[in-house]
């Protein structure tokens, strides 16, 4: 994987659970700095809650 493709969590804002097609999704809202020094904010979607709520500041995941 190419560094360039992650990204780092600044803030979690809230966590959302949604149900799409009888699937239960975790949805994140973060705010991340990309390693071109760019912040954006989105959502980070799971399967798992447990997941969910332990993404945390400082966290790194691929954009």
Known sequence: MN???YCTVLNVINVVGTNILGLT?????VEFI???N????GIVYF????????????NR???
């Open 3 to 5: 560094p360039d493709q």
């Open 25 to 29: 999704f975790w949805g994140t809202s």
């Open 34 to 36: 990309a390693d071109d």
């Open 38 to 41: 760019s912040i954006s904010a």
């Open 47 to 58: 399967l798992n809650k447990d997941e969910a709520l332990s993404l945390d500041i400082g």
């Open 61 to 63: 995941f691929l954009r």
